[in-house]
């Protein structure tokens, strides 16, 4: 059993950057890849990025790319994301996930979610 523990998001105004945190708790948490997707008002949620368990493998959703930056402490099983370049469209619940294959991570389809921490990025 994995719990994971979200922090950091708020209110930013656009160009600005926020930096979100993850803190995946249990005996087994550092075996697992990590995630975050983020869910819009009204619209369904989407991938962010992934980071895998030993930080070597990275994927991100093109809307991020070159603007954020996610990063794994090994040592406190601690996922990072850094948000850099915010515009409005990037405002949503962000969630953190983990768990499960690769494949399924980045789809999505994983064992544990957080319970979201809110962004807002004003115009």
């Known amino acids: 059993q994995v719990e994971l523990v979200e922090s950091g998001g708020g209110l930013a105004q656009a160009g600005a950057s926020l930096k979100l945190s993850c803190a995946a708790l249990?005996?087994?948490?550092?075996?697992?890849?990590m995630g975050w997707f983020r869910q819009a008002p009204g619209k369904e949620r989407e991938f962010v990025g992934a980071?895998?368990?030993?930080?070597?493998?990275?994927e991100y959703a093109e809307s991020v790319k070159g603007r954020f930056t996610i990063a794994r402490i090994l040592a406190n099983n601690t996922m990072s994301l850094q948000m850099n370049s915010l515009t409005p469209e990037d405002t949503a619940i962000h969630y953190c996930?983990?768990?499960?294959?690769?494949?399924?991570?980045?789809?999505?389809?994983?064992?544990?979610w957080g319970q979201g921490t809110q962004v807002t990025v004003s115009s």
């Open positions: 249990g005996r087994t948490a550092g075996s697992y890849g």
């Open positions: 996930a983990a768990g499960g294959h690769w494949d399924r991570l980045i789809r999505g389809k994983t064992v544990w």
């Open positions: 980071i895998n368990w030993s930080g070597v493998q990275l």
